[in-house]
């Protein structure tokens, strides 16, 4: 989904998991709780500071390099997950893929519903998705993975991998650097959240580590003019034929 203020994004979410890795933390661990209590709380002002983002997100070429892919490697469903308000859901749709969204927050996913009637969205976590093994041909992580601790990103490639099928391709954005960024009451809310920044490197060895072949990188410098202060890297990866 699109970058929150000072560039971050929409949840990682919670819910009933279906056969997922067994070291996948609870639907319920703190990060998970809290990403979801900040979500909820500023949900309506998000959307209205992204509002401009209904038709052209930030980075739009990659999302159509992506559904390139998809398309070319035949077609199939594809997940936004982590979609928020589903300004990247009605992207991908418009590109003539077949995608749902997906989100921790109910509140992101009532604008997500109001806003964009004709598709689909579901309450969920990434960390333990309610699909069979196999299912996705594409899936999207559109900044959607900040949220999740570090010594979890090996769990959460795992259930990525697990879901997409042989051949299917994932894209992970999310901004470049060491420290994170923490926003303490946004809009005034009371709540606080730590936005994760990572090493591209790093993120592409843990895909790896996961099973996935990693088939490009990009980094590109911030824009200052949209108001922006790291770096954005964008990952695209595959599940190999033989995974595992």
């Not at 088939?215 to 202060?229: F, H, P």
Request: aromatic letters at 8%.
């Amino acid at each position: 989904m699109t970058p929150t203020p000072t560039n971050s994004t929409s949840a990682s979410a919670s819910a009933s998991a279906s056969p997922s890795n067994s070291n996948s933390p609870s639907p319920e661990a703190d990060f998970v709780t809290g990403t979801r209590t900040f979500y909820d709380a500023v949900a309506e002002d998000y959307a209205e500071m992204f509002a401009g983002e209904r038709t052209e997100p930030r980075d739009g070429t990659v999302l159509a390099a992506f559904a390139e892919l998809v398309t070319r490697a035949g077609g199939g469903q594809v997940a936004d997950l982590g979609c928020g308000p589903g300004r990247t859901t009605t992207h991908l749709a418009s590109l003539g893929l077949d995608v749902f969204g997906l989100d921790l927050s109910e509140s992101m996913l009532a604008i997500a519903r109001r806003e964009n009637p004709g598709l689909r969205f579901r309450q969920g976590s990434m960390l333990a998705l309610n699909l069979p093994d196999g299912t996705l041909a594409g899936a999207v992580s559109w900044y959607s993975s900040i949220h999740t601790p570090v010594n979890q990103l090996p769990s959460l490639f795992t259930e990525f991998g697990r879901v997409l099928a042989p051949g299917g391709h994932l894209l992970l954005a999310f901004q470049a650097g060491d420290r994170p960024l923490t926003l303490d009451r946004p809009f005034g809310h009371p709540v606080r959240l730590d936005f994760e920044r990572r090493r591209p490197e790093r993120v592409a060895e843990l895909l790896v580590a996961a099973g996935f072949a990693v088939r490009s990188r990009t980094v590109r410098e911030a824009d200052e003019e949209l108001g922006e202060s790291s770096a954005q890297a964008f990952l695209v990866a595959r599940k190999p034929v033989e995974f595992g």
